[in-house]
Protein backbone atom coordinates (compact mmCIF):
# COMPACT_ATOMS: atom_id res chain seq x y z
CA UNK A 1 0.00 0.00 0.00
CA UNK A 2 2.70 2.59 1.07
CA UNK A 3 4.12 1.47 -2.31
CA UNK A 4 1.19 2.43 -4.36
CA UNK A 5 1.20 6.00 -2.34
CA UNK A 6 4.88 6.31 -3.04
CA UNK A 7 4.13 5.60 -6.61
CA UNK A 8 1.31 7.53 -7.43
CA UNK A 9 3.36 10.42 -5.71
CA UNK A 10 6.39 10.06 -7.39
CA UNK A 11 4.42 9.70 -10.74
CA UNK A 12 3.34 12.90 -10.76
CA UNK A 13 6.08 14.48 -9.12
CA UNK A 14 9.05 12.89 -11.38
CA UNK A 15 9.99 14.59 -14.76
CA UNK A 16 10.05 11.62 -17.01
CA UNK A 17 9.32 12.12 -21.02
CA UNK A 18 6.96 10.83 -23.27
CA UNK A 19 7.77 7.39 -22.09
CA UNK A 20 6.77 8.02 -18.60
CA UNK A 21 3.62 9.63 -19.82
CA UNK A 22 2.30 6.63 -22.39
CA UNK A 23 3.24 4.19 -19.14
CA UNK A 24 1.06 6.02 -17.06
CA UNK A 25 -1.88 6.66 -19.81
CA UNK A 26 -1.74 2.78 -21.03
CA UNK A 27 -2.05 1.89 -16.72
CA UNK A 28 -4.88 4.20 -15.77
CA UNK A 29 -6.89 3.69 -19.58
CA UNK A 30 -6.65 -0.07 -19.11
CA UNK A 31 -8.14 0.41 -15.50
CA UNK A 32 -10.56 2.85 -16.60
CA UNK A 33 -11.65 0.59 -19.02
CA UNK A 34 -11.71 -2.41 -17.03
CA UNK A 35 -13.70 -0.99 -14.58
CA UNK A 36 -16.48 0.00 -16.81
CA UNK A 37 -16.33 -3.57 -18.67
CA UNK A 38 -17.25 -5.31 -15.63
CA UNK A 39 -19.91 -3.46 -14.64
CA UNK A 40 -21.12 -3.58 -18.68
CA UNK A 41 -20.79 -7.28 -18.83
CA UNK A 42 -22.38 -8.05 -15.47
CA UNK A 43 -25.69 -5.32 -16.54
CA UNK A 44 -25.69 -7.26 -20.77
CA UNK A 45 -25.75 -10.38 -18.91
CA UNK A 46 -29.53 -8.84 -17.03
CA UNK A 47 -30.57 -8.84 -20.75
CA UNK A 48 -31.16 -12.53 -19.87
CA UNK A 49 -31.41 -12.97 -16.75
CA UNK A 50 -33.15 -9.93 -15.40
CA UNK A 51 -34.22 -7.85 -18.28
CA UNK A 52 -36.40 -5.38 -16.60
CA UNK A 53 -32.97 -3.95 -15.04
CA UNK A 54 -31.51 -3.65 -18.09
CA UNK A 55 -33.79 -2.26 -19.97
CA UNK A 56 -33.68 0.73 -17.13
CA UNK A 57 -30.25 0.71 -17.43
CA UNK A 58 -30.02 1.36 -21.01
CA UNK A 59 -32.39 4.18 -20.37
CA UNK A 60 -29.62 5.69 -17.02
CA UNK A 61 -26.85 5.22 -19.50
CA UNK A 62 -28.39 8.03 -21.35
CA UNK A 63 -27.92 10.51 -18.12
CA UNK A 64 -25.98 13.00 -18.86
CA UNK A 65 -22.75 12.49 -16.77
CA UNK A 66 -23.00 8.48 -17.85
CA UNK A 67 -22.95 9.38 -21.57
CA UNK A 68 -19.95 11.67 -20.47
CA UNK A 69 -18.24 8.84 -18.81
CA UNK A 70 -18.83 6.76 -21.99
CA UNK A 71 -17.03 9.60 -24.01
CA UNK A 72 -14.00 8.92 -21.24
CA UNK A 73 -13.91 5.37 -21.98
CA UNK A 74 -13.77 5.63 -26.08
CA UNK A 75 -10.84 7.83 -25.75
CA UNK A 76 -9.38 5.07 -23.20
CA UNK A 77 -9.99 2.06 -25.49
CA UNK A 78 -8.70 4.27 -28.64
CA UNK A 79 -5.56 5.40 -26.85
CA UNK A 80 -4.47 2.17 -24.96
CA UNK A 81 -5.63 -0.27 -28.52
CA UNK A 82 -3.25 2.35 -30.17
CA UNK A 83 -0.36 2.17 -27.56
CA UNK A 84 -0.74 -1.57 -26.92
CA UNK A 85 -0.44 -2.13 -30.66
CA UNK A 86 3.30 0.53 -30.28
CA UNK A 87 4.19 -2.12 -27.19
CA UNK A 88 3.37 -5.06 -29.25
CA UNK A 89 5.82 -4.46 -31.65
CA UNK A 90 8.72 -2.87 -29.72
CA UNK A 91 8.57 -6.17 -27.40
CA UNK A 92 8.98 -8.36 -31.05
CA UNK A 93 11.27 -5.33 -32.18
CA UNK A 94 13.83 -4.39 -29.70
CA UNK A 95 16.28 -2.91 -32.32
CA UNK A 96 13.32 -0.72 -32.79
CA UNK A 97 13.20 0.70 -29.67
CA UNK A 98 15.45 3.88 -30.61
CA UNK A 99 12.42 5.39 -32.36
CA UNK A 100 10.62 4.43 -28.99
CA UNK A 101 9.93 8.49 -28.78
CA UNK A 102 8.71 8.83 -32.00
CA UNK A 103 6.39 5.82 -32.03
CA UNK A 104 5.04 7.54 -28.68
CA UNK A 105 4.06 10.48 -30.52
CA UNK A 106 2.86 8.76 -33.65
CA UNK A 107 0.18 7.40 -31.40
CA UNK A 108 -0.97 9.99 -29.02
CA UNK A 109 -1.19 11.89 -32.59
CA UNK A 110 -3.36 8.78 -34.25
CA UNK A 111 -5.26 9.19 -31.07
CA UNK A 112 -6.14 12.82 -31.36
CA UNK A 113 -6.86 12.85 -35.13
CA UNK A 114 -9.80 10.02 -34.45
CA UNK A 115 -10.90 10.96 -30.74
CA UNK A 116 -11.51 14.94 -31.52
CA UNK A 117 -14.23 14.36 -34.50
CA UNK A 118 -16.00 11.02 -32.54
CA UNK A 119 -16.02 13.49 -29.54
CA UNK A 120 -17.16 16.45 -30.71
CA UNK A 121 -20.11 13.80 -32.44
CA UNK A 122 -20.61 11.60 -29.50
CA UNK A 123 -20.94 15.14 -27.55
CA UNK A 124 -23.42 16.91 -29.90
CA UNK A 125 -25.51 13.63 -29.64
CA UNK A 126 -25.41 14.31 -25.83
CA UNK A 127 -26.83 17.82 -25.80
CA UNK A 128 -29.41 16.94 -28.86
CA UNK A 129 -30.95 14.60 -26.59
CA UNK A 130 -31.33 16.85 -23.67
CA UNK A 131 -32.77 19.86 -26.05
CA UNK A 132 -34.91 16.90 -27.46
CA UNK A 133 -36.01 16.30 -24.20
CA UNK A 134 -36.54 19.65 -23.10
CA UNK A 135 -39.27 20.17 -25.86
CA UNK A 136 -41.20 18.02 -24.76
CA UNK A 137 -41.16 19.46 -21.31
CA UNK A 138 -39.13 16.95 -20.13
CA UNK A 139 -35.28 16.85 -18.59
CA UNK A 140 -32.39 14.40 -19.24
CA UNK A 141 -31.28 15.23 -15.51
CA UNK A 142 -33.85 12.84 -14.22
CA UNK A 143 -33.05 9.39 -13.59
CA UNK A 144 -35.59 7.03 -14.97
CA UNK A 145 -37.67 5.20 -12.02
CA UNK A 146 -37.11 1.55 -12.03
CA UNK A 147 -40.76 1.12 -12.16
CA UNK A 148 -41.56 2.72 -15.47
CA UNK A 149 -39.79 -0.76 -17.31
CA UNK A 150 -42.28 -3.27 -15.26
CA UNK A 151 -43.43 -4.21 -18.39
CA UNK A 152 -40.25 -6.41 -19.31
CA UNK A 153 -40.49 -8.25 -15.52
CA UNK A 154 -39.69 -11.86 -16.28
CA UNK B 1 21.05 -17.03 -19.63
CA UNK B 2 21.65 -13.66 -20.89
CA UNK B 3 22.85 -12.95 -23.86
CA UNK B 4 23.41 -9.69 -24.95
CA UNK B 5 23.72 -8.23 -28.77
CA UNK B 6 24.04 -4.81 -29.33
CA UNK B 7 22.67 -3.24 -32.72
CA UNK B 8 23.74 0.68 -32.69
CA UNK B 9 22.88 2.31 -29.26
CA UNK B 10 20.42 -0.17 -28.44
CA UNK B 11 21.07 -3.43 -26.19
CA UNK B 12 18.97 -6.21 -26.69
CA UNK B 13 18.77 -8.60 -23.80
CA UNK B 14 16.96 -12.12 -24.26
CA UNK B 15 16.30 -14.54 -21.61
CA UNK B 16 13.97 -17.31 -20.74
CA UNK B 17 10.99 -16.61 -18.56
CA UNK B 18 11.20 -19.25 -15.71
CA UNK B 19 7.51 -19.59 -15.28
CA UNK B 20 5.40 -21.07 -18.05
CA UNK B 21 2.03 -19.73 -16.74
CA UNK B 22 3.80 -16.26 -17.02
CA UNK B 23 5.22 -16.70 -20.51
CA UNK B 24 2.02 -17.67 -21.47
CA UNK B 25 0.22 -14.65 -19.53
CA UNK B 26 2.75 -12.35 -21.33
CA UNK B 27 2.20 -13.83 -24.85
CA UNK B 28 -1.65 -13.69 -24.34
CA UNK B 29 -1.63 -10.24 -23.28
CA UNK B 30 -0.39 -9.20 -26.73
CA UNK B 31 -2.14 -11.70 -28.68
CA UNK B 32 -5.60 -10.97 -27.36
CA UNK B 33 -4.45 -7.48 -27.86
CA UNK B 34 -3.92 -7.68 -31.18
CA UNK B 35 -7.55 -9.31 -30.96
CA UNK B 36 -9.18 -6.70 -29.39
CA UNK B 37 -7.49 -3.98 -31.57
CA UNK B 38 -10.37 -5.44 -34.06
CA UNK B 39 -13.12 -6.68 -31.50
CA UNK B 40 -12.70 -4.01 -28.52
CA UNK B 41 -12.70 -0.71 -31.20
CA UNK B 42 -14.98 -2.08 -33.67
CA UNK B 43 -17.07 -2.39 -30.79
CA UNK B 44 -16.94 1.09 -29.66
CA UNK B 45 -17.01 2.47 -33.05
CA UNK B 46 -20.19 0.40 -34.19
CA UNK B 47 -22.28 0.74 -31.08
CA UNK B 48 -20.99 3.88 -30.49
CA UNK B 49 -20.63 5.81 -33.34
CA UNK B 50 -22.52 4.23 -35.98
CA UNK B 51 -25.35 3.83 -34.07
CA UNK B 52 -26.03 6.44 -31.11
CA UNK B 53 -26.01 5.38 -27.83
CA UNK B 54 -28.91 7.89 -27.49
CA UNK B 55 -31.36 5.35 -29.19
CA UNK B 56 -30.47 2.63 -27.50
CA UNK B 57 -33.00 0.40 -25.93
CA UNK B 58 -33.67 -3.13 -25.25
CA UNK B 59 -35.27 -3.92 -28.57
CA UNK B 60 -32.50 -2.54 -30.17
CA UNK B 61 -30.12 -4.90 -28.39
CA UNK B 62 -32.78 -7.69 -29.56
CA UNK B 63 -32.41 -6.55 -33.05
CA UNK B 64 -28.94 -7.18 -33.17
CA UNK B 65 -29.11 -10.58 -31.40
CA UNK B 66 -31.60 -12.05 -33.06
CA UNK B 67 -28.20 -12.81 -35.51
CA UNK B 68 -25.40 -15.47 -33.89
CA UNK B 69 -23.27 -13.35 -35.77
CA UNK B 70 -23.27 -10.64 -33.35
CA UNK B 71 -23.57 -12.97 -30.83
CA UNK B 72 -20.98 -14.47 -31.84
CA UNK B 73 -18.59 -11.47 -31.61
CA UNK B 74 -19.52 -10.52 -28.31
CA UNK B 75 -19.01 -13.51 -26.60
CA UNK B 76 -15.87 -13.61 -28.27
CA UNK B 77 -15.25 -10.20 -27.39
CA UNK B 78 -16.17 -11.09 -23.95
CA UNK B 79 -13.34 -13.96 -23.86
CA UNK B 80 -10.73 -11.91 -24.82
CA UNK B 81 -11.29 -8.90 -22.74
CA UNK B 82 -12.39 -10.15 -19.36
CA UNK B 83 -9.23 -12.41 -19.14
CA UNK B 84 -6.97 -9.53 -20.78
CA UNK B 85 -8.31 -6.89 -18.26
CA UNK B 86 -8.03 -9.12 -14.94
CA UNK B 87 -4.33 -10.26 -15.90
CA UNK B 88 -3.72 -6.58 -16.31
CA UNK B 89 -5.15 -5.88 -13.34
CA UNK B 90 -3.19 -8.55 -11.53
CA UNK B 91 0.45 -7.24 -13.30
CA UNK B 92 -0.21 -3.76 -11.50
CA UNK B 93 -1.60 -5.57 -8.18
CA UNK B 94 1.97 -7.53 -7.87
CA UNK B 95 3.89 -4.45 -8.47
CA UNK B 96 2.78 -2.81 -4.94
CA UNK B 97 1.85 -5.93 -2.97
CA UNK B 98 4.62 -7.97 -2.14
CA UNK B 99 3.56 -10.04 0.82
CA UNK B 100 3.27 -13.41 -1.20
CA UNK B 101 0.55 -15.21 0.85
CA UNK B 102 -1.63 -12.04 -0.48
CA UNK B 103 -0.77 -12.10 -3.55
CA UNK B 104 -1.49 -15.91 -3.66
CA UNK B 105 -5.31 -15.08 -2.13
CA UNK B 106 -5.66 -12.30 -5.16
CA UNK B 107 -4.76 -14.52 -7.98
CA UNK B 108 -7.05 -17.10 -6.79
CA UNK B 109 -9.88 -14.74 -6.05
CA UNK B 110 -8.91 -13.08 -9.72
CA UNK B 111 -9.00 -16.47 -11.41
CA UNK B 112 -12.35 -17.09 -10.25
CA UNK B 113 -14.03 -14.08 -11.07
CA UNK B 114 -12.70 -14.34 -14.40
CA UNK B 115 -14.20 -17.61 -14.63
CA UNK B 116 -17.54 -16.81 -13.06
CA UNK B 117 -18.04 -13.67 -15.28
CA UNK B 118 -17.15 -15.20 -18.41
CA UNK B 119 -19.52 -18.56 -17.71
CA UNK B 120 -22.54 -16.13 -16.58
CA UNK B 121 -22.16 -13.57 -19.54
CA UNK B 122 -21.46 -16.43 -22.01
CA UNK B 123 -24.82 -18.34 -21.23
CA UNK B 124 -26.57 -15.07 -20.89
CA UNK B 125 -25.51 -13.89 -24.32
CA UNK B 126 -26.58 -17.48 -25.49
CA UNK B 127 -29.99 -18.33 -24.19
CA UNK B 128 -30.85 -14.69 -24.92
CA UNK B 129 -34.48 -14.80 -26.65
CA UNK B 130 -34.93 -11.65 -28.78
CA UNK B 131 -38.06 -13.10 -30.66
CA UNK B 132 -39.70 -11.98 -26.55
CA UNK B 133 -38.65 -7.95 -27.71
CA UNK B 134 -40.11 -7.84 -30.66
C1 LIG C 1 -8.25 -2.56 -27.62
C2 LIG C 1 -7.15 -3.24 -27.79
C3 LIG C 1 -6.15 -3.52 -26.67
C4 LIG C 1 -4.82 -3.67 -26.87
C5 LIG C 1 -4.09 -3.61 -28.21
C6 LIG C 1 -4.21 -3.89 -25.57
C7 LIG C 1 -2.86 -4.15 -25.36
C8 LIG C 1 -2.28 -4.31 -24.14
C9 LIG C 1 -0.93 -4.75 -23.90
C10 LIG C 1 0.07 -5.12 -24.98
C11 LIG C 1 -0.73 -4.76 -22.55
C12 LIG C 1 0.54 -5.20 -21.83
C13 LIG C 1 1.38 -4.06 -21.39
C14 LIG C 1 2.61 -4.52 -20.65
O1 LIG C 1 2.72 -5.72 -20.30
O2 LIG C 1 3.47 -3.67 -20.41
C15 LIG C 1 -1.95 -4.31 -21.93
C16 LIG C 1 -2.12 -4.13 -20.57
C17 LIG C 1 -3.33 -3.90 -19.97
N1 LIG C 1 -4.56 -3.86 -20.59
FE1 LIG C 1 -4.87 -3.86 -22.56
N2 LIG C 1 -5.19 -3.88 -24.60
C18 LIG C 1 -6.41 -3.67 -25.24
C19 LIG C 1 -7.64 -3.62 -24.62
C20 LIG C 1 -7.86 -3.67 -23.24
C21 LIG C 1 -9.15 -3.75 -22.60
C22 LIG C 1 -10.51 -3.84 -23.34
C23 LIG C 1 -8.92 -3.71 -21.26
C24 LIG C 1 -9.92 -3.75 -20.13
C25 LIG C 1 -10.73 -4.74 -19.95
C26 LIG C 1 -7.50 -3.63 -21.04
C27 LIG C 1 -6.88 -3.58 -19.80
C28 LIG C 1 -5.53 -3.64 -19.61
C29 LIG C 1 -4.87 -3.53 -18.32
C30 LIG C 1 -5.57 -3.30 -16.98
C31 LIG C 1 -3.50 -3.68 -18.55
C32 LIG C 1 -2.36 -3.64 -17.51
C33 LIG C 1 -1.62 -2.34 -17.62
C34 LIG C 1 -0.27 -2.38 -16.94
O3 LIG C 1 0.29 -3.45 -16.68
O4 LIG C 1 0.26 -1.28 -16.71
N3 LIG C 1 -6.87 -3.62 -22.27
N4 LIG C 1 -2.89 -4.04 -22.92
Redo the contacts with the bound molecule.
Keep these: MSSLILTIRESLRYRGRSGHVS ?1 MA ?2 VS ?2 A ?2 TF ?1 VIHVWDTANAHFWPQAYAWSVAFFKYPLVAVGELVIMAA ?1 LY ?2 FN ?2 R ?2 ILDFKPEWWMHQQRSATIVWAIFLVLFIPIAIYMFSGIVGHCSELAAHGSTCWQIPPFSDFAKYAN | MAAATSSQKITVRKFQVHSNFERFA ?1 LF ?2 M ?3 G ?2 IL ?2 GHMLIQHVLNSSANLTIEFVAAQWNSWGWKVYDILLLWL ?2 P ?2 IN ?2 R ?2 LEDYIHNPTTVKLINRLLALFVVATVIWATIGMALFDASKFQ
Design positions: WHRGIILLVHAGIIT | YMRSGVLLAVAIHGGLNI
